[in-house]
């Protein structure tokens, strides 16, 4: 069992209400990442604010998720934060703090505030980061009407949509849906079908991003384990 290999998923708001795409990402690591022997303790879920989960004036509670790094092992062979929304900012503040410095930072939508605004406290720290994002809209409602769709409060991604242009990451925009795959996902609707578009809210529950993810960890993790790759 490989105990010093530490990956951390990072919730936004209202993270801690119930099941999230962070806690789907950190089961499906667990599972693909099984083969190399990774203790699944160490691949563990949490908020962007334990204590302020749902207040959108709050900032990351950056001691306590690096406390929880520490608990697993204080000097890890391998370290990997992830994080969406308010946890993407989590995510890039904790990288700057960590005792070692991030092997991979993804961040996805991430939204930096209730301004959304990017300071230097923000910019990540990682040999490799990735900033997966949208701009279609906070929720997208019903995808054949339209129905129910919440449009970003600024079109350069405002509060609630994610941040397009993260210093010092790798920024790629998914408009779409897609399965594990990269297939864009279609729904029947009078007239044809359509691609279900990509919102704030389901981003991070996106089958694509998660296939990234784990293809990144898991070529990185079997290089250090002397492992092949699936």
């Known amino acids: 069992m490989n105990n010093n290999v530490v990956i951390v998923c990072i919730s936004g ?3 801690s209400n119930g099941p999230t795409g962070m806690t789907k990402i950190r089961d499906m690591l667990r599972n693909e990442l099984a083969p190399l022997e990774i203790n699944p303790e160490n691949i563990f879920r949490r908020s962007w604010n334990h204590n302020q989960d749902d207040n959108p004036a709050g900032i990351p509670d950056v001691n306590d998720i690096n406390s929880e790094i520490d608990s697993r092992t204080d000097t890890p062979s391998y370290l990997a934060i992830i994080g969406h929304s308010y946890g993407g900012w989590a995510a890039c503040r904790v990288s700057k703090v960590t005792n070692r410095v991030p092997d991979f930072v993804g ?3 991430p939204v930096f505030g209730f301004e959304n605004s990017m300071g230097s406290d923000d910019i990540p720290r990682g040999s490799f980061i990735k900033n997966w ?3 279609n809209s906070i929720i997208n409602g019903d995808t054949c009407t339209g ?3 919440i449009p970003c409060s600024k079109s350069e991604g405002g509060f609630s949509c994610g941040y397009q242009n993260v210093e010092g990451a790798t920024n790629i925009q998914e408009e779409f849906m897609k399965d594990w795959n990269g297939n864009r996902k279609r729904v029947s609707c009078v007239g044809g079908r ?3 578009l990509t919102s704030h809210i389901d981003i ?3 089958d694509w991003i998660y296939r990234q993810i784990r293809d990144q960890l898991y070529s990185d993790l079997s290089r250090i384990i002397n492992k092949s790759p699936l």
Do not use: A, M, P
Request: no cysteine; proline share 0%; charged share 40%.
């Open 147 to 149: 129905l129910g769709k």
């Open 107 to 109: 961040i996805i939508d």
């Open 194 to 196: 359509k691609h279900v």
């Open 204 to 206: 991070d529950e996106d």
């Open 13 to 15: 708001r209202s993270g």
């Open 133 to 135: 994002y949208q701009n």
